[in-house]
C-alpha cells in the first residue's frame, strides 16, 4: 500500500513569488493536514481538511493557504513568499482524521526561498 | 502551544531497552498520545499510539500511567538505525500539538 505522497521534494523560489505543493494521501484515507517544520519552531500546524472542508487552521497569515479535492488530493499555497518560509513542509493523512486514527506523515516537501 | 515535555536527548547502549518519558499533564479525555520519530531530513515515522490502555506492536510498546500524566516509550533492542528524534505528541481538534522531542542516540 503507497504511503503519503508529496511532490515536489525539493524546490528553490524567490522572495515574492509563490508555490504550490502537493500531497497524495493514502488510498481511503478522506483527512489531510499540513505542517511546518523549521529549527526555529519546530513542527506546527497549518491546517486540516476532510471531504474538501477544512475543518482547523494553525495560526499562520493568509499567504498561506490550502485546499481538497474530491478525490482527497490537498494542495497548499505560499503567496508573496518571504525568507522565513522556507521550511520542511509535511502532509499527513488518515481514515477521518478522528483522534485514534492511525496518521502517517510523507517524506515532506523542502522549501528554500532566496 | 505545546502540551507535552520531553527530555531533550538520551543515550541508549545497542541492544538494550531504550525507554522514553513523556510529561503530558494537561491531557484531556479525549486525546490520543501518539510518538513518532523523525530521521534528519525524513517525515516523521509513526511508531504507536494509545488512550489509556498499554499498547505493543512490532515496533514498540506503549505504557500510559493510570492517571494518564505521563507515558513511556520503550523500545526493547535499539539498534543503531533507531537513532533518532523522538516526539512524544497529543492529538486533539483534528490537529498535533508537538514539542521539541527527544534526541536518542544509539550507541555502539
Known amino acids: 500500500k503507497a504511503g503519503v505522497t508529496q511532490t515536489p521534494r525539493y524546490l528553490i523560489k524567490t522572495r515574492g513569488q509563490q508555490v504550490t505543493l502537493s500531497c497524495s494521501p493514502i488510498s481511503g484515507h478522506r483527512s489531510v493536514s499540513w505542517y511546518q517544520q523549521t529549527p526555529g519552531q519546530g513542527l506546527q500546524f497549518l491546517f486540516e481538511?476532510?471531504?474538501?472542508?477544512?475543518?482547523n487552521k494553525g495560526n499562520f497569515p493568509g499567504r498561506f493557504s490550502g485546499r481538497q479535492f474530491s478525490n482527497s488530493r490537498s494542495e497548499m499555497n505560499v503567496s508573496t513568499l518571504e525568507l522565513g518560509d522556507s521550511a520542511l513542509y509535511l502532509c499527513?493523512?488518515?481514515?477521518?482524521?478522528?483522534?485514534?486514527?492511525?496518521?502517517?506523515f510523507g517524506e515532506g516537501s523542502w522549501l528554500t526561498v532566496v | 502551544d505545546a502540551k507535552t515535555t520531553q527530555p531533550p536527548s538520551m543515550d541508549c547502549a545497542e541492544g538494550r531497552a531504550a525507554n522514553l518519558p513523556c510529561n503530558h499533564s494537561?491531557?484531556?479525555?479525549?486525546?490520543?498520545v501518539y510518538w513518532y520519530r523523525q530521521i534528519h531530513s525524513q517525515g516523521p515515522q509513526y511508531i504507536i499510539h494509545g488512550l489509556k490502555n498499554n499498547e505493543t506492536n512490532e515496533m514498540a510498546s506503549l505504557i500510559i500511567t493510570e492517571d494518564r500524566k505521563s507515558s513511556t516509550l520503550i523500545l526493547p533492542h535499539a539498534t543503531l538505525r533507531d537513532t533518532a528524534v523522538y516526539y512524544c505528541?497529543?492529538?486533539?481538534?483534528?490537529?498535533?500539538?508537538f514539542g521539541s522531542g527527544t534526541k536518542l542516540n544509539v550507541k555502539p
Open positions: 481538511y476532510f471531504s474538501e472542508t477544512q475543518r
Open positions: 505528541t497529543l492529538y486533539n481538534f483534528n490537529k498535533f500539538y
Open positions: 499527513a493523512s488518515s481514515l477521518v482524521g478522528a483522534s485514534g486514527n492511525t496518521i502517517y
Open positions: 494537561t491531557i484531556s479525555g479525549n486525546e490520543y
